[in-house]
């Protein structure tokens, strides 16, 4: 059984910064590609940022050029620095690894929740106005 735990997670003002982390214990790790991704209530969950082993970073639009991805893979770690946070951003907060290790999460589609599993519980990010 795979354990994955998020972390990082809170209150901020608009504008703010939080660094959230997620620390799994899947010996695959470090050939996958994993990521973040976010669900706010009454809406699905979506792929916030990808990366691929190798460090290739995949960024959704919607936080493009606010949120930074990176991993350690000899920490079997995973982190997303998000900046410049607006209340759009409030959800909770996910990390997850490709099904396949073949998966190519650089490119279209990268993002797609459902070629993800080993999913965490979660960290609540809450931006207010």
């Known amino acids: 059984q795979v354990q994955v735990v998020e972390s990082g997670g809170g209150s901020v003002q608009a504008g703010g910064s939080l660094r959230l982390s997620c620390a799994t214990s899947?010996?695959?790790?470090?050939?996958?590609?994993v990521g973040w991704f976010r669900q706010a209530p009454g809406k699905e969950r979506e792929g916030v940022a990808v990366?691929?082993?190798?460090?290739?970073?995949n960024v959704a639009d919607s936080v493009k050029g606010r949120f930074t991805i990176s991993r350690d893979n000899a920490k079997n770690t995973l982190h997303l620095l998000m900046n410049s946070l607006k209340p759009e951003d409030s959800a909770m907060y996910y990390c997850?690894?490709?099904?396949?290790?073949?998966?190519?999460?650089w490119g279209p589609g990268g993002h797609n929740p459902n070629a993800y599993v080993d999913w965490g519980q979660g960290t609540q990010v809450t931006v207010s106005s």
């Open positions: 990366i691929a082993k190798d460090g290739t970073s």
């Open positions: 997850a690894q490709a099904k396949s290790e073949f998966y190519t999460c």
């Open positions: 899947a010996y695959t790790y470090g050939r996958y590609c």
